[in-house]
T-cell receptor, first 110, second 114 residues
């Protein structure tokens, strides 16, 4: 089954403790992206990747890092999480016609 | 810059009611337009799209027509069901061939009561 898999689904952490949210797709898509969803703000793009070793900033990249060492994986790294990064995060990949989204990761930073 | 504005929710309707969710856009050039739907606890999924003026996208009883003269892409359904309860996002793509440049509206939550 074609899918985008994110883990974990829920995460509670404390300020400053490094964390990684994983994202994997099995559709051989070149394009992958991370979004955060916040009430009243909709979806905002954090980072995206057009292909392996090619990443670029989206609208809200501050406080986040990504890497794309292989086509299927696109982890989101928070080196020093802060409470304002409490949000619902979505990974997505694209076949150029539409985006395929993961089920989301609800992150709470205390 | 390019942007999407959609009506704020939440929208609450009774089953079989008519639905309209307004979406207008600002863009240079000729963007493609999309509606994505997010069911509770899930990620977004494409509902329908239109790539040029006067195109009508349709899926699952939903329709939206790309109106260049009014820069709009309103979502409509003639008879909603409880299972249509979800958050709906209007989006535009200003760079053809690259889904990474989708600009999303803020979303409209729809609740359908039996």
């Amino acid at each position: 089954e074609a899918q985008v898999t994110q883990n974990p689904r829920y995460l509670i952490t404390v300020t400053g403790k490094k964390l990684t949210v994983t994202c994997s797709q099995n559709m051989n898509h070149e394009y992958m992206s991370w979004y955060r969803q916040d009430p009243g703000l909709g979806l905002r793009q954090i980072y995206y990747s057009m292909n392996v070793e090619v990443t670029d900033k989206g609208d809200v990249p501050e406080g986040y890092k990504v890497s794309r060492k292989e086509k299927r994986n696109f982890p989101l790294i928070l080196e020093s999480p802060s409470p304002n990064q409490t949000s619902l995060y979505f990974c997505a990949s694209s076949d150029r016609r539409k985006l395929f989204f993961g089920s989301g990761t609800q992150l709470s930073v205390l | 810059g390019d942007s999407v504005t959609q009506m704020e929710g939440p929208v609450t309707l009774s089953e079989e009611a008519f639905l309209t969710i307004n979406c207008t856009y600002t863009a240079t050039g000729y963007p493609s337009l999309f509606w994505y739907v997010q069911y509770p606890g899930e990620g977004l999924q494409l509902l329908l799209k239109a790539t040029k003026a006067d195109d009508k996208g349709s899926n699952k009883g939903f329709e939206a027509t790309y109106r260049k003269e009014t820069t709009s892409f309103h979502l409509e359904k003639g008879s909603v069901q409880v299972s249509d309860s979800a958050v709906y996002f209007c989006a535009l793509l200003f760079r053809p061939g690259s889904q990474g440049n989708l600009i999303f509206g803020k979303g409209t939550k729809l609740s359908v009561k039996p």
